[in-house]
């Protein structure tokens, strides 16, 4: 098996979306084993990791006309295979849930793992962000922080021109993408796989 590159993942991905079976089989063999890996690493009794692992293939195959960046997919099947994970670990429904994952990390009393893997992400993003050029950085807080902006209110707050917003933010995002997707990578690798 071949490793999908960059460029290809975004027309396997398209092709995905379109029901080619192919791509779906070329995703299945690219992550399939870093998902199972993943299932290894929680201890997840062998006959339960093939509902999990169904139940995140099946999460991608209802989004993935939302999923945004096509060469993020691995970290999102990767993320999606840890929240069904940590789900079956804390016990709380032995059966694969049917409900969209929003929907399921939003019901009271969930598990402390959920709320342990949201911090982690959070500290990620924190992490990446921090690694941003000033002026990206400052542009992400202000149009996080105030959504209803106008580009021109943020010109003044950030002394930038109108023009310059669209791009600079653009920029940002890409770069906090790739240093997430790096992050992402880093943190599989660095982590050896139960027995």
Same mark, same amino acid.
């Given at each position: 098996? %071949?490793?999908?590159? @960059?460029?290809?993942?975004? *027309?396997?991905?398209?092709?995905? !979306?379109?029901?080619?079976?192919?791509?779906?089989?070329?995703?299945?063999?690219?992550?399939?084993?870093?998902? %199972?890996?993943?299932?290894?690493?929680?201890?997840?009794?062998?006959? #339960?990791?093939?509902?999990?692992? #169904?139940? +995140?293939?099946?999460? /991608?195959?209802?989004?993935?006309?939302? /999923? #945004?960046?096509?060469?993020?997919?691995?970290?999102? /099947?990767?993320? *999606?295979? !840890?929240?069904?994970?940590?789900?079956?670990?804390?016990?709380?429904?032995?059966?694969?849930? +049917? *409900?969209?994952?929003?929907?399921?990390? @939003?019901?009271?009393?969930?598990?402390?793992?959920?709320?342990?893997? %949201?911090?982690? #992400?959070?500290?990620?993003?924190?992490?990446?962000?921090?690694?941003?050029?000033?002026?990206?950085?400052?542009?992400?807080?202000?149009?996080?922080?105030?959504?209803?902006?106008?580009? *021109?209110?943020?010109?003044? %707050?950030?002394?930038?021109?109108?023009? @310059?917003?669209?791009?600079?933010?653009?920029?940002?995002?890409?770069?906090?993408?790739?240093?997430? /997707?790096?992050?992402?990578?880093?943190?599989?690798?660095?982590?050896?796989?139960?027995?």
């Amino acid at each position: 098996m %071949r490793h999908v590159g @960059a460029g290809d993942l975004s *027309t396997v991905v398209r092709d995905a !979306r379109a029901g080619d079976e192919r791509a779906w089989a070329v995703l299945v063999d690219e992550y399939g084993p870093r998902l %199972r890996a993943i299932a290894r690493r929680f201890r997840i009794p062998p006959d #339960q990791v093939g509902d999990l692992l #169904q139940a +995140t293939w099946l999460q /991608l195959f209802n989004g993935i006309d939302r /999923l #945004q960046c096509p060469e993020a997919v691995g970290s999102w /099947l990767a993320v *999606t295979m !840890r929240r069904f994970c940590l789900h079956a670990v804390a016990g709380e429904n032995r059966e694969c849930p +049917t *409900t969209g994952l929003d929907e399921w990390l @939003a019901q009271p009393g969930e598990a402390p793992e959920a709320g342990l893997l %949201r911090a982690e #992400q959070a500290a990620s993003v924190r992490r990446a962000l921090a690694r941003l050029p000033e002026r990206q950085r400052r542009l992400l807080w202000q149009m996080a922080t105030d959504p209803d902006a106008r580009y *021109t209110e943020l010109s003044a %707050r950030l002394d930038m021109p109108v023009g @310059a917003i669209g791009p600079t933010r653009a920029r940002a995002l890409g770069r906090l993408r790739r240093l997430l /997707l790096d992050d992402e990578r880093a943190t599989h690798y660095a982590w050896p796989a139960r027995r």
